[in-house]
């Protein structure tokens, strides 16, 4: 549905998107993931035809966005970073004027612009000005804009920003519910977006693309090796040793100890699942196995490891680039500076 | 063409929900009403006099058109130099600023039909505007007795400067972020449109004499008031308009390539 090769786009001496190549198939929803300044938006405006490449190709619903804009923007919905709302004009009358520049039939006009507003629930400020929306609604008017014309593909530039919590979980729900009619791409900055409305993420950084996949297996691409966290009712450096006996164990680090148990990350070797050998080990030396289960890297830390560390810019499956220990120990503060940025 | 009319009638709405039109037009109003009247009066003095002067013998002929309807119309473009400026400078400025641009520029229009939606949006206002002086015109047919042709085609030469005004206005508009640099550069670019010819006596080569009457707004509008439609007139005042268009659309294309 959109197919991306080679893009590049300079701005003077200043390269935004450098040689982006990335594919979205029907009824998918792309996440497009990065920091501020990473080339999103720019991506995204090349998409929507609003600037041309200055190299490679964008192709959108089978329609080269050079070559054929027009056909290309019939079928795509945007969505920018400001809603582009005309402050003098009320709700009622900017999504009609909007479906006549989108080619809405005349016919079916005025029963799309009152779907798109019931879809994104502003139908109740219909006759206010957009002057006097909260960012709320102009964010929901924004996104009834794009949906008007029925498009094959929804292009939307951080959808949630400057939502309330509650506005965020009901836009989300409605991207998700657009999928599958709809093939969608969502840029965002922050990560449980992605995680819970995208099928794949491309992760952007400096302009380029540093990894594209599902969010699934980026978490563990990213780790290269598996981890476990095995709490135990016992203390001491004989339960690290016996743990560290076991096949396929390639180190145990203390993660916490609290009271008489003190828990264990474990980390073994890629595909190599240890867990049965680690409950035997446990059990048979008259422990009690409190708790055992597999560590995941929050996506957080795959941004946070792709984006802000200079250090390990690029994703080889079976180079563990992440101190282990540190690891999924408090991961609350990452995600809080990134979400606040 | 239904693209072309959903912009225009854009613009002209807009123009109303915001004081902006009732201001423009209200004062456009009230100028060309004080104009028209001291203009009235000076004609109808000298009338008097005139025929005090024809009690005692020969009277010199007055002509309604030529000594109160063209000297009027000449004043309506002093009050568009002024005014069409004010029109003008947010065509483009106001959407660059808030964003709105990039709607129009990724829905499916073409350069053409932007250009042209706002040129006939901001057209329709101004034609509103001098629709306005119609009344003027009608109460001198109630108490005279005006030639219909000269008022006729002085309208068609009102509306084709106030085109090129649009037009120039439109370009410098697409220029810019900034409504009140836009609203400068245009007026200034109308004076100097204006008062070009002002130089002409002082140049020596003949041609390029020629050239600077030729350029300015005035020098046309002279024959249309008086009733001449001449096409060496019609055709400077369409290609000025067709190309300030022309220029509008590329502005808006290199913005695009430049980012």
Known sequence: ?341 | MSNILAIAQKELKNYFATPIGYVLVGFFILLFGWFFYTMLWYFERQSMQMASMGMMGEAPTMNINEQLIRPAFMNVSVILLLTMPLITMRLYSEEKRSGTIELLLTSPLTDFQIVMGKFLGSMALYTIMLAVTLIHVALLYAFGNPEWRPIATGYLGLLLMGGCFVAVGLFISSLTRNQIVAAMATFGVFLLLWIVNWIAPSITNPNAQAVVNYLSFTEHLNDFVSGVVDTAHLCYYVSFIAFGLFLTARSVDTERWRG
Not at chain 1, 195 to 220: E, F, H, M, Y
């Open chain 1, 1 to 341: 549905m959109i197919e991306v090769q080679h893009l590049t786009k300079r701005y003077g001496p200043f390269t935004a998107v450098d040689d982006v190549s990335f594919r979205v198939e029907r009824g998918e929803i792309l996440g497009f993931l990065g920091p501020n300044g990473a080339g999103k938006t720019t991506t995204m405006r090349v998409l929507t035809g609003y600037m041309p490449p200055s190299e490679g190709r964008a192709v959108v619903a089978g329609f080269d966005v050079l070559e054929q804009p027009i056909e290309a923007k019939r079928r795509t919905g945007y969505l920018p970073e400001t809603p582009p709302l005309y402050p003098d004009m009320t709700v009622r009358d900017y999504l009609d004027f909007v479906a006549k520049i989108k080619g809405v039939p005349r016919a079916d006009r005025r029963k799309r612009v009152t779907e798109a507003m019931e879809r994104t629930r502003v139908a109740d400020m219909s006759n206010r000005h957009c002057a006097k929306l909260s960012k709320g609604y102009r964010q929901r008017v924004g996104l009834a804009q794009a949906l008007l014309h029925n498009p094959d593909v929804l292009i939307l530039d951080e959808p949630t920003a400057g939502l309330d919590p509650k506005q965020i979980i009901e836009t989300r729900q409605l991207i998700r519910q657009l999928a599958g009619d709809h093939t969608i791409i969502l840029s965002t900055h922050i990560l449980p977006e992605v995680s819970q409305t995208c099928q794949r993420v491309v992760i952007i950084n400096k302009g380029r693309v540093v990894a594209v996949d599902t969010p699934d297996n980026l978490t563990a691409r990213l780790r290269g090796s598996e981890s476990m966290y095995v709490q135990v009712d016992a203390m001491g450096a004989d339960v690290k040793t016996a743990l560290e006996t076991i096949p396929g164990v390639r180190r145990v680090a203390v993660a916490d100890g609290r009271g008489a148990a003190e828990g264990f990350e474990v980390e073994s070797e890629a595909g190599r699942d240890v867990r049965r050998e680690l409950a035997r080990a446990v059990v048979s030396n008259g422990w009690g196995l409190l708790e055992l289960r597999p560590v995941r890297m929050s996506l957080e830390e795959v941004f946070l490891s792709l984006t802000t560390d200079e250090a390990r810019p690029n994703l080889e499956p079976g180079t563990p680039n992440v101190e282990p220990g540190t690891r999924n120990v408090e991961p609350a503060e990452p995600v809080a500076e990134v979400e606040h940025e």
